[in-house]
């Protein structure tokens, strides 16, 4: 017995791509929205960063009774404390996207700043500039 598939209805080539497309646009939203919130996350841990380096500057102008030059002083010792531990890792002393921080001192205050992820001064979101000052 011969079964006759005549009347059997498919997707044209037409409806497979319009599903495609559909398929795709949906796709680009959710995978556009995953990767902001890690720019996001990257721009939190930056000021969380950017305060445990404020608090290694105020140990070490306890120490030394003077802010670091810069904060290549953090990850080294002074020639006039030859027993020092470095305070923090070199590591430490970047931005979340690898950048250095931004250090400048004044007397005894500092600013410590991030130019974001696109490197350059302004921008908005995760491009924003971010800054702490002390004391």
Same mark, same amino acid.
């Given at each position: 017995?011969?079964?006759?598939?005549?009347?059997q #209805?498919?997707?044209?080539?037409? =409806?497979?791509?319009?599903?495609?497309v559909?398929? &795709?646009?949906?796709? &680009?939203?959710?995978?556009?929205?995953?990767?902001?919130?890690?720019?996001?996350?990257?721009?939190?841990?930056? #000021?969380?960063?950017?305060?445990?380096? #404020?608090?290694?500057i105020? =140990?070490?102008?306890?120490?030394?009774?003077?802010?670091?030059?810069?904060?290549?002083?953090?990850?080294?010792?002074? &020639?006039?404390?030859?027993?020092?531990?470095?305070?923090?890792?070199? =590591? =430490?002393?970047?931005?979340?996207?690898? &950048?250095?921080?931004?250090?400048?001192?004044?007397?005894?205050?500092?600013?410590?700043?991030?130019?974001?992820?696109?490197?350059?001064?302004?921008?908005?979101?995760?491009?924003?500039?971010?800054?702490?000052?002390?004391?």
């Amino acid at each position: 017995m011969k079964t006759k598939f005549n009347n059997q #209805k498919g997707l044209t080539l037409i =409806e497979i791509i319009i599903v495609l497309v559909i398929l &795709s646009i949906l796709f &680009s939203f959710l995978t556009g929205g995953l990767f902001s919130q890690g720019e996001k996350a990257k721009a939190k841990l930056n #000021k969380l960063r950017m305060d445990a380096l #404020k608090a290694k500057i105020t =140990e070490y102008q306890l120490t030394y009774s003077e802010v670091p030059s810069s904060l290549n002083d953090l990850t080294g010792c002074p &020639s006039r404390d030859p027993n020092c531990i470095p305070m923090v890792d070199k =590591e =430490e002393v970047l931005d979340a996207w690898g &950048s250095p921080f931004v250090y400048s001192t004044s007397g005894n205050s500092y600013t410590i700043k991030t130019l974001g992820a696109d490197k350059k001064p302004g921008g908005s979101g995760a491009n924003s500039d971010q800054q702490v000052t002390g004391p």
